[in-house]
């Protein structure tokens, strides 16, 4: 592409190989695009809700995932789709049928999905971006925001049909979307809840849980994403750090076994396997810089023709790192000294991010100087923030006020394996905290991983604003019937947009009713015709077949701001797509 200057000095583009693209005008362009959009959407259709159907999705190493999240929050990215062509969506609905039925553990959030279907076409992209930008501001809801902005995207296409300009078409729904969003003010009810009384933000994770693959275990797991969310909230600031809740897993166990533990999780053991499994009130040296003699580098030349000077070299080898062995003992000792401690105790416990040789590592041993070598950048900084040390990246630097403080040092191990772990208990900043996650394979702990970001970021949610609205479909219900008495109140084109917009707010009771095994037509008629009648905006989709479809009564809800939220950017990203009237792509050679 390249600017140029007419005669008249009036600016005009070049785009050379014009003959090479394809180009998409007007109407065309926008109803491909809804194309796009509306496929991406179908395939999260299914997953909504409680009863919805999982995805199986295989990485080119072979890897498998199967999940119902639309984002990995957690695992790596996979290639599921590398074109995101009609053929290639129908080929994946038909991989889905086949792989998804048999599976043994199924699982299904959107945000995962997307993410690992590594789609190509780029307003399916937006479709990614936007369960993305759901799950990054709300941490859930990341199916749903899909399922609403494919429903808008299937309603101004009938609209751009009828002849209606998509620039309309886009005022109409940013106006019904602002109803819907003040109407779901109206209907919200506070939530209240004390750091004494967590039962209410047990029920709100369980909830969320309730629609996953975990939702056997979903009472125990969410009592664990409340307390851990407690632990690091400051309810007075109403502000919750996420960063200080670190999740681990480990293959093995039951899922019943998942543990919160009030401080760190290392996947690490002792350097040797003599020294002490448990050490009480330690204090850590946090060591980023080798903890080991220098050796002599491969460019430097050391002659050692008698056995007297090799003696005298690894003599001195040794004494350089009994040196620098004591001098962590020592900084200890003088350390305990001023705080009136028995100075027997010495130096506790060294956390390496480096490694030392067997050799090294027998004389730590001998000077009873117990060591967890090749730990991670990442533990180290939350190791250094939970137990209030310093973290030292110079042998030299290393005094005792940088030492770090914990209660409790524990090596654990697993089952028969040589699986073992360090537990960093009671620490001096007891605010980091660690979810440790059980489960029969990797898929299962992936998968709970998943889940449990999503607990935590609704009771996280809650603690910053506990204004709620019922789930179930009832929020969207009577959104829908606001947005349907408002429409009548504009004399505009706007309107049929604003009836457009009340239609795809069904789309989610439709979805929920249809997964569930429900008439979804009937289903929603029914409740919509009730929720008018009672003038209760709680009556929403039976999905578990409770007996009542009061949602108030069923105990299931979401955050208002969760909710506000789907609306804004299934909306934003509507108009978005409605926008584009030309696309201009390179055509395949
Ligand atoms: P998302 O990723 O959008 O959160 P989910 O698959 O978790 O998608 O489904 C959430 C939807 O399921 C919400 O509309 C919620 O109200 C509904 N839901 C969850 N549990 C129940 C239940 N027990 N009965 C009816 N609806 C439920």
Redesign the pocket.
Known sequence: MALAFDDFGRPFIILREQEKKTRLRGLDAQKANIAAGKAVARILRT????K?MDKMLQSPDGDVTIS???LPCFSPPYTCINKLSYRSLLLLLLFFLLKVLPCEFPA????TILEQMDVDNHIAQLMVELSRSQDYEIG??????V?MAGALLEQAEKLLERGIHPIRVAEGYEMASRIAFEHLERISRKYEFSADDIEPLVQTCM??L???IVHRCKQALAEIAVKAVLAVADLERKDVNLDLIKVEGKVGGKLEDTELIYGILVDKDMSHPQMPKRIEDAKIAILTCPFEPPKPKTKHKVDIDTVEKFQTLREQEQKYFDEMVQKCKVNSKLFLITQNINVDVGATLVICQWGFDDEANHLLMHRNLPAVRWVGGVELELIAIATGGRIVPRFQELSPEKLGKAGLVREKSFGTTKDRMLYIEKCANSRAVTIFIRGGNKMMIEETKRSLH?ALCVARNLIRNNSIV????SA?IACSLAVETAADRHPGVEQYAIRSFADALDA?PLA?AENSGLPPIDTLTAVKAQQVKESNPHC?????D?GTND?KE?N???TLIGKQQ?ILLATQVVKMILKIDDVISPSEY
């Open positions: 997953s909504l809700g409680p919805g119902r999240h639309l299904n959030d959107g945000a859930d809801g990341t199916t749903g925001v399922v909830t969320t309730s629609s996953k999503d019922y789930g179930g479909g969207e989610v929920l929403g989709i039976d999905c578990n409770v949602m069923q299931v809800f979401e789907q």
